[in-house]
């Protein structure tokens, strides 16, 4: 049986932060995943604000240092606007400073990071948990760890595993990498409309002058009489009134799918000695699907709270209050939002009317889980419909 301080499932930015910050604590740490190649497929967008727009997107939290950061050769472009398009095309905008990385090698910085703080790093290997932690692949056999952190994705087998209930509503997300396209560089861009993202939004993030990551993220309750992922991003990119005229005449050079957690916070991150972190827990914002830095965020707090348990400074119950105390307010106001939002999102023409009565500074102020005067007037917008 292989023993060790704390197992992390899942090299992700949450296990791997989590990682990194216990060993350098003093934990005897082992990060666990089963590709073979860390980061490796991508299964995301690669947006994320400059630092000072994090801190006010989470203004109790501390953010890791390797978040805030993070070296230029995993940039891949900056944008400063995002804009807002409402199904009849209309767009509003908001100034954003944002950093679009290289993801696949930011999880193997994120990764090395760790390994270069001690932890044992081990690939190529699945995790299961019954009654304890068990490894099969290119490592197997029990494993004797006094914390386990789970960090594996959106659908936890190690959560799944420990009976810990969740939030069952997922976000079914594909993105195509296009080059040869017509967009404005500088801004990342958010389409809402039924015929092309029923329940969700169409993103353009650019990634030059003519390549950008173009996507759809949805909610599978939304997706009726067997509409497919693939035939509303087709659709978008061929069809859009607006975004058809920018990428219909680009070239698609890569593949992205994913699922995205949309139900807020699970209800139980704290089991035992077993904690979960980052998608597995939940910790993504409702409204924009964003998840990186929430669960680097979170993987750090695990990270503090795990190596204390083992130094016996601090219990395994710090973890979820300490989460709760620096994001937790954040994270039930994006589900709140979205929840509002839901009862319009059903019909393009009161998506309109909705888009056109927000401001874009409190546009700006939604997508950083804050519910501004303007979208509690969703509720009379309804009502008049």
């Not at 979960?276 to 709270?305: C, F, H, K, N, Y």
């Not at 501004?372 to 009502?383: F, G, T």
């Amino acid at each position: 049986m292989m023993k060790t301080e704390i197992a992390v499932v899942g090299a992700g930015p949450a296990g791997s932060t989590a990682a990194e910050v216990a060993a350098r604590l003093g934990a005897e740490v082992t990060l666990i995943d089963r590709k073979a190649e860390i980061g490796s497929p991508v299964q995301c967008g690669g947006f994320l604000p400059e630092a000072h727009e994090l801190r006010a997107l989470l203004p109790g939290a501390l953010l890791p240092e390797s978040l805030v950061e993070i070296p230029e050769r995993i940039m891949l472009h900056r944008t400063g606007v995002q804009r807002i398009y409402s199904p009849s095309g209309r767009s509003k905008e908001f100034p954003v400073e944002g950093r679009v990385i290289d993801r696949r090698n930011f999880d193997r910085y994120l990764v090395q990071r760790a390994a270069r703080a001690g932890a044992e790093v081990m690939v190529s290997t699945r995790a299961s948990f019954t009654h304890g932690l068990c490894l099969s692949g290119h490592f197997s056999g029990p494993v004797d760890a006094k914390v386990v952190i789970g960090a594996d994705g959106p659908s936890s087998s190690i959560g799944r595993g420990a009976g810990m209930a969740k939030r069952s509503e997922v976000g079914v997300c594909l993105e195509y990498e296009m080059v040869g396209v017509d967009i404005d560089p500088r801004a990342a861009e958010m389409y809402f409309g039924t015929r092309c993202a029923p329940g969700g939004y169409a993103w353009i993030i650019p990634l030059g002058p003519d390549a950008a990551n173009v996507g759809v993220g949805v909610r599978s309750s939304y997706l009726a009489g067997g509409t497919k992922l693939r035939e509303l991003l087709d659709h978008f990119v061929r069809d859009h009134p607006v975004a058809g005229d920018k990428l219909r005449h680009g070239e698609v050079v890569a593949i992205m799918r994913g699922l995205v957690p949309a139900g807020g916070i699970s209800p139980s991150i704290l089991k035992g000695n077993l904690l979960l972190v980052g998608d597995a827990a939940g910790q993504v914002m409702a409204t924009s699907g964003g998840g990186i830095p929430l669960a680097m965020v979170g993987g750090r707090i695990a990270g503090e709270v795990a190596a204390g348990h083992i130094r016996g400074g601090c219990g395994l119950e710090e973890y979820p209050s300490r989460t709760n105390d620096e994001m937790g307010q954040e994270l039930e106001n994006s589900v709140r939002i979205r929840r509002l939002v839901d009862k319009v999102m059903r019909s393009d023409r009161l998506m309109d009317a909705l888009l056109a009565m927000i401001p874009p500074e409190h546009m700006k102020a939604t997508q950083r889980g804050q519910v501004p005067e303007s979208l509690m007037r969703v509720h009379d917008l309804v009502a008049k419909n």
